[in-house]
């Protein structure tokens, strides 16, 4: 006998979000599509494949193994890149919920948002904005690696959200889903509070140096803190066709954010280090684009930026160190070269290797 009721649970799913979901909500069953059409699965909807499809994804794993402010870490407690995507996703869907909106495609923008980002953090990432002749900026690499390098064939919907996560809080994300609008104010409520837990904990800053006028607003402790962030926004946009701060919430979250990069992200302690990733970066590209013209002598010089950029960037913070160790520190036996994927980018970007 024909088993009827599997394919009826997306589809239940799907109806319960149109029912139930708020008119501005993005509805699975409404999706836009992806580049290639592929079978519904009998299960899940489609936001839902997209978020296991992230999950699953080698670049996704990677993340816990760069830098979100502190350079190769010793301490356990310091936020990486993927603890920060976590937390950005819990903050993300807890906003989503209480709007009745989409929580599947909320979770699946938050969890992709950075997995374009580069070893060491954003000093990397300006390192290879420096290298690249078209710069490089990191939510747009996020969509080369769910389109190109990885190419898991996302919806339309997140990948839009995952484009448009970074930018000022001045400016309203250009996403065109809420779902999408509400990742970038989540990225930023996750990152200013964890990074002052972190900045902390590093001993850059103590809580009295925090300005005072922000912390009376919203409160000392991080849970007070995140908790007023997060209800102004369901208080200023529960059953609105936006998701937005209050006017007063945004000025005082902007003053703690210039704040943070005056005294934290531009600190001297912080950034000690920042010379020594430049260097690492930049001999890397050097090393590896000589490799590839090496091997492939005719390569379009457009396309080899590129290949060693994808490759690159896709590196962890201690695969960089130790790569720059194999080729730029003596050693009394050779490393084994296992630079094989360099390769297979090669073959992305249309070089013939």
């Given amino acids: ?105 909320t979770e699946a923008i938050s969890l992709g948002h950075d997995l374009g980002h580069t070893p060491f953090g954003h000093s990397g990432e300006d390192v290879l904005n420096e290298i690249m002749d078209e710069g490089f900026r990191h939510s747009s690499h996020s969509v080369r690696v769910v389109t190109k390098i990885e190419n898991l064939n996302l919806t339309k919907e997140t990948i839009d959200g995952i ?20 990742v970038k104010l989540s990225d930023k409520i996750a990152y200013i509070n964890h990074d002052i837990d972190d900045a902390i904990r590093a001993g850059i800053i103590k809580e009295e140096n925090l300005p005072q006028d922000c912390i009376k607003y919203f409160a000392i402790e991080r849970n007070e803190r995140i908790t007023k962030m997060v209800s102004d926004i369901i208080q200023n946009s529960y059953g609105k066709n936006y998701v937005k701060m209050s ?65 690159i960037a896709g590196m962890t913070d201690r695969y960089a160190i130790q790569k720059y160790s194999d080729f730029f520190i003596p050693h009394s036996l050779q490393s084994l070269n296992n630079d094989e994927f360099l390769f297979t980018l090669a073959g992305i970007n249309g070089i013939p290797v």
Avoid at 289 to 301: G, I
Wanted: proline letters at 3%; a positive charge; charged letters at 30%.
């Fill in 163 to 182: 484009l448009h996560h970074s930018g000022s809080l001045e400016h309203e994300s250009k996403a065109g889903t809420l779902e999408g609008k509400l």
């Fill in 1 to 105: 006998m024909k088993d009827t009721l599997t394919p009826n649970i997306r589809e239940n799913i799907e109806q319960r979000e149109i029912d139930i979901l708020s008119p501005y909500a993005a509805k699975s069953r409404e999706t836009a599509g992806r580049a290639t059409k592929e079978e519904p699965c009998s299960i899940r909807t489609e936001y839902q494949r997209d978020k296991d499809r992230i999950i699953h994804s080698k670049a996704f794993r990677r993340l816990k193994h760069k830098t979100q402010v502190f350079f190769s870490p010793t301490n356990d407690h310091y936020r990486t890149r993927m603890t920060h995507t976590l937390e950005v996703s819990q903050i993300a869907r807890t906003i989503a919920r209480a709007l009745n909106l989409n929580e599947d495609l």
């Fill in 247 to 311: 006017e007063e919430s945004l000025f005082y979250i902007n003053k703690l954010r210039t704040w943070m990069f005056e005294n934290v992200y531009t600190n001297s302690i912080a950034k000690a280090e920042e010379w020594k990733v430049t260097g690492i970066i930049n001999s890397l590209f050097e090393y590896y684009e000589k490799m590839l013209k090496d091997r492939v002598p005719f390569a379009d010089e457009k396309s080899v930026k590129l290949t060693v950029c994808d490759y």
